[in-house]
């Protein structure tokens, strides 16, 4: 059951959560979870990656193409809709096969104008292809249990959710020799964004009909009827309709009670970014080539491209089902959105579940969802990289926009690296005005975490071409940036990071963060290795960069060396999140929100409740000892995780699993769990922040299921990589008997199993070099083929 996300019934109130929830997509686009007759007011959307656009002088933010998947029917003249029904539909079930990516939904409709409890049925099941990117695919089944006509409204529409919209001018649908076609153009740069519908009924070997099938034979699979054929008394004819934001094919079909009908649709979208031409002729000529191989053969490909993802992928757990199911529909999430096919993509905050967040990048992709690719997919984590090398430019033109040096990357990204996040990114609920917010002059940890990524990367795979296709420079101009940033204090010589924000949003414009300063530390250090590494294999490149450059190596090496790392107090262990943090009211979470007015209202700000407190947004300090954990006791972790957590407001869906990774790492898995939970199921519940403000912040949220591999990897099964060995420190929750994990590091593949007393490593025989592995004294080395296991007590080799 753990492949299967199921709801029973209908609930008007579920319809924005369920769109997150049953959502589809492969990373090129993202389908939501909507039923098919739904439109814009379900918030209908097919959220493109990396295609945005602005709307008059409205947020910039992705497109969301017209929906190929549209499908009403009409029965005795009566829309069946579940808004439209009166009273329940006398069934209705919504499901998510998320082995295999399949969305599918049945509904038993009271028909219209019978007295005898006559029934319509509808069966629908469509997918996102991961095997060709630009298609979407769906099978729609129509039974009726008395005879009747029915008016089957499918095609391609135009109107569907837009926060910032309209973003696609000039619409214009056609009738393309049986094909439909509907264009348009973004508004801003012009570019041409195309969706085409082929059509067929079901063929041979599914369930028709008895004349059915001689009929088709007689017309064509997707064609219209011969004229001739129009006299007879045929049970169907198709006309097309095409208006000012749609096309659509309307489908008279005289049904037989008892039989079921079934039609195949074949919907292909195409920008002007894309390679192929004319985005209308791409269009056109991808969805006829699909409906040529037929919906069988799409499903069967698409399905084991899907079996792959999770052969490499797939976390089980023994022992707790729940958790199993949480754990697998992240990896899902992750799955359905990530640019497999682009190096000029990264993900968005909010995946592609819509335009929330103007569909920008943050710094949630290198710090929560990096890690999941790194240790499974690293071809992945290399495109969510190279996206950073192509935005560099943008990071550089922010930079020199403040007046500083080097590259200050976007806190929210887009495709050009210039950055989305407006200087009013809330508005107050009380008086609608917009408030002045800095994450994007603040938030510098942004470059460092960049640059950390790239760092992680080559840890990981040892390959170095990341760092010499602009991985390096994008280092060191990260680490350029700080240099101009920082400030040297004479009086205590040393170079501090003053007027910034941290992880915690609550707190803006602080002064030595200690998660900021030891990022922007790490950076330093990462960009003088990278360097390094740079002069030795490209010698001509890092002398082009240094020529560039008032700031030199050693200039880096002295302020990395003199950066100011806010440390534990001696007696406490705590670690003072920025400076004068203590001197701020200090009091129970819940009396703050017991001084709340509106439930929406925003906390930080100039005016926010948590601004003059030590209540936090999400981990900050705590995120600092899960980062750097080799640097710090056991001790000092469990005197901040237990300081920070009751002040902790998780007021961020990035919260819970650095809470949950760190409780892991000290020991403690039953303080992990509930917020193992929270992060692994919040796109299950949908039980999350879905307002700020007026602003809408729904959505699915990717850094959330990545941290949910991270807490299960990295923090029960206690998996740490760095670099040269993988260390194991289990610490598995009371139920749990195992949990069993893929691993692909330094291009090798390796099965690890993790029992409360037992590790096992099996190395794939394919491997070509070995690995070493340790837990705790016990070393082991597991050559190609080879399986190491080490126990409480012994190590041993096979
Ligand atoms: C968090 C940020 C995060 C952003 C996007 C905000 O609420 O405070 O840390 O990057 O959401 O997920």
Not at 40 to 55: I, K, N, Q, S, W
Not at 128 to 139: E, F, I, N, V
Not at 616 to 645: I, P
Request: a negative charge; aromatic letters at 12%; hydrophobic letters at 40%.
């Amino acid at each position: 059951m753990s492949w299967i996300v199921q709801e029973n019934g209908f609930d008007r109130r579920r319809i924005t959560a369920n769109g997150n929830k049953f959502m589809i997509g492969n990373g090129y686009m993202g389908y939501r979870g909507t039923l098919e007759e739904f439109g814009r007011a379900e918030l209908t959307a097919v959220t493109l990656a990396g295609l945005y656009d602005r709307a008059g002088d409205q947020w910039r933010e992705p497109i969301n193409a017209p929906n190929g998947m549209f499908t009403q029917i009409y029965c005795r003249g009566e829309l069946l809709s579940l808004l439209a029904s009166e009273g329940e539909p006398l069934e209705h079930i919504q499901e998510l096969d998320i082995r295999h990516a399949v969305h599918r939904r049945r509904t038993v409709y009271r028909m219209p104008g019978s007295a005898d409890g006559g029934q319509v049925t509808v069966s629908m099941e469509r997918f996102c292809s991961a095997k060709r990117l630009h298609l979407l695919a769906g099978r729609v089944s129509v039974q009726c249990s008395e005879d009747c006509e029915l008016l089957i409204r499918t095609g391609i529409d135009g109107d569907v959710w837009d926060i910032n919209g309209p973003h696609l001018a000039g619409l214009a649908g056609a009738d393309a020799e049986g094909s439909l076609l509907l264009t348009g153009r973004t508004q801003e740069l012009q570019v041409p964004v195309a969706v085409a519908e082929a059509w067929a009924w079901a063929s041979a070997g599914e369930t028709i009909a008895g004349g059915w099938r001689a009929i088709e034979a007689a017309v064509g699979a997707a064609g219209e009827m011969p004229a001739e054929m129009n006299e007879l008394p045929l049970p169907w004819k198709t006309e097309t309709k095409v208006g000012a934001d749609f096309v659509f094919r309307e489908i008279r079909l005289r049904c037989k009670a008892g039989e079921t009908y079934t039609f195949h649709k074949f919907t292909a979208v195409f920008t002007g970014l894309d390679e192929g031409g004319d985005a209308g002729e791409a269009a056109l000529k991808y969805s006829r080539e699909a409906a040529a191989l037929g919906y069988e053969a799409l499903l069967k490909e698409h399905a084991e491209s899907w079996e792959r993802k999770w052969e490499r992928s797939d976390v089980v757990i023994h022992g707790d089902g729940e958790a199993q199911a949480a754990l697998r529909y992240s990896l899902y999430q992750l799955h359905i959105i990530s640019p497999g096919h682009s190096e000029k993509l990264s993900i968005p905050a909010r995946g592609l579940s819509g335009q929330v967040y103007k569909g920008a990048v943050f710094w949630d992709t290198e710090m929560f969802m990096l890690p999941f690719y790194l240790h499974t997919q690293p071809e992945i984590a290399r495109n969510l990289l190279m996206y950073r090398v192509h935005t560099l430019d943008g990071a550089r033109r922010k930079a020199a926009e403040y007046g500083y040096e080097g590259a200050f990357y976007a806190w929210e990204s887009q495709e050009t690296g210039d950055d989305a996040c407006t200087l009013f990114n809330v508005n107050d609920v009380f008086t609608g005005r917009p408030m002045r917010t800095y994450f994007r002059d603040k938030q510098v940890h942004i470059s460092a975490d960049v640059a950390y990524g790239i760092w992680q990367y080559y840890l990981f795979t040892g390959d170095g071409s990341l760092l010499l296709e602009g991985g390096a420079e994008v280092a060191w101009e990260c680490a350029r940036f700080y240099y101009s940033y920082a400030y040297f204090n004479p009086g205590k010589q040393r170079y501090e990071i003053l007027d910034v924000t941290g992880p915690d949003e609550y707190h803006e414009r602080v002064h030595n963060n200690a998660f900021t300063n030891a990022m922007v530390k790490k950076c330093l250090s990462i960009a003088l290795e990278a360097m390094a590494y740079l002069q030795e294999k490209q010698p001509w490149q890092y002398e082009a960069l240094l020529s560039g450059s008032t700031v030199k190596p050693e200039q880096l090496r002295e302020m990395h060396d003199r950066l100011y790392v806010p440390q534990p107090a001696a007696d406490s262990r705590l670690i003072e999140q920025f400076d004068r943090y203590y001197m701020l009211e200090d009091l129970p979470l819940a009396e703050l929100q017991s001084r709340m007015l509106n439930p929406h209202e925003y906390l930080g700000g100039g005016n926010g409740l948590a601004t003059t407190t030590q209540i936090l947004k999400q981990a900050d300090v705590v995120l600092l000892l899960h980062l750097f954990s080799e640097g710090y006791d056991r001790d000092t972790k469990r005197a901040n995780w237990e300081y920070y957590e009751p002040r902790t407001e998780h007021g961020s869906s990035l919260s819970s699993c650095i809470y949950a990774l760190v409780a892991a790492d000290i020991g403690i898995p039953d303080w992990a769990y509930p917020y193992f939970m929270r992060t692994a199921t919040i796109d299950l519940t949908g039980d999350s922040k879905q307002y700020v403000g007026d602003l809408y912040i729904g959505g699915t949220h990717p850094a959330a299921n990545g941290g949910a591999w991270m807490a299960a990897v990295l923090g029960f099964a206690g998996l740490r990589f760095d670099g040269g060995t993988v260390r194991f420190r289990p610490s598995l929750p009371g139920e749990w008997q195992g949990v069993e994990f893929p691993l692909c590091l330094r291009n090798q593949s390796f099965r690890i199993q993790v029992a409360p007393s037992k590790v096992t490593v099996q190395a794939h025989a394919d491997n070509v070099r070995g690995l070493q592995f340790q837990w705790g004294e016990q070393i082991g080395f597991a050559g190609p083929g080879e399986t190491v296991s080490f126990t409480c007590e012994s190590t041993s080799l096979s």
